[in-house]
T-cell receptor
Framework: KNQVEQSPQSLIILEGKNCTLQ??????????LRWYKQDTGRGPVSLTI?????NTKSNGRYTATLDADTKQSSLHITASQLSDSASYICVVKVGDSSYKLIFGSGTRLLVRP | NAGVTQTPKFQVLKTGQSMTLQCAQDMNHNSMYWYRQDPGMGLRLIYYSASEGTTDKGEVPNGYNVSRLNKREFSLRLESAAPSQTSVYFCASSEVGPPREQYFGPGTRLTVT
């Protein structure tokens, strides 16, 4: 069964600190892995898309890593800001020709001043 | 350039009532999608439209119908609402070619009593 699991479910950090969110997946065939940020009451917004051959990808203070051998990904947030408070969703696309995405249930991050 | 827009933002229905959720995109994308998001779960695909004139069932299509009105618009209809359809509904659109990055609307929060 295709699954995407994220940890932790929720996380509280102080402003300015770094954090790392985890994603494990069992999806076959694998096409790409995405990280989305979802602010409360809004739709998800893409942060990164990584294909099989990409190990690391950055978008400002967000850095995603992908280990295709262990089927793990992480999202590292550097020097957190209050605006980083949101849910972060790991998503894996099934196969290159399909439209199917497998969504994780997300990690809810709260950044406190 | 508004991206993906959805109406209404909030709706309360009584069991058995019907309604249509509207979605429009101005990015000239060929593919459009309807998802539902429930607490503690990842987004699940209800229906999608690979291109104008085509629609296909996703993971949870029961109780819903869709219409791809034209390239811009994709509507979701609940013919006889049930409490189990209480959820947040997101519309998304993407290009056909890889990586098929999906852009999400702001969502419709639906409560069925």
């Amino acid at each position: 069964k295709n699954q995407v699991e994220q940890s932790p479910q929720s996380l509280i950090i102080l402003e300015g600190k770094n954090c790392t969110l985890q994603c494990n997946y069992t999806v076959s065939p694998f096409s790409n892995l995405r990280w989305y940020k979802q602010d409360t009451g809004r739709g998800p917004v893409s942060l990164t898309i990584m294909t099989f051959s990409e190990n690391t990808k950055s978008n400002g203070r967000y850095t995603a890593t992908l280990d295709a051998d262990t089927k793990q990904s992480s999202l590292h947030i550097t020097a957190s800001q209050l605006s980083d408070s949101a849910s972060y969703i790991c998503v894996v696309k099934v196969g290159d020709s399909s439209y199917k995405l497998i969504f994780g249930s997300g990690t809810r991050l709260l950044v406190r001043p | 350039n508004a991206g993906v827009t959805q109406t209404p933002k909030f709706q309360v229905l009584k069991t058995g009532q019907s309604m249509t959720l509207q979605c429009a995109q101005d990015m000239n994308h060929n593919s459009m999608y309807w998802y539902r998001q429930d607490p503690g779960m990842g987004l699940r695909l209800i229906y999608y439209s690979a291109s104008e004139g085509t629609t296909d069932k996703g993971e949870v299509p029961n109780g819903y119908n869709v219409s791809r009105l034209n390239k811009r618009e994709f509507s979701l209809r609940l013919e006889s609402a049930a409490p189990s359809q209480t959820s947040v509904y997101f519309c998304a659109s993407s290009e056909v070619g890889p990586p098929r990055e999906q852009y999400f609307g702001p969502g419709t929060r639906l409560t069925v009593t």
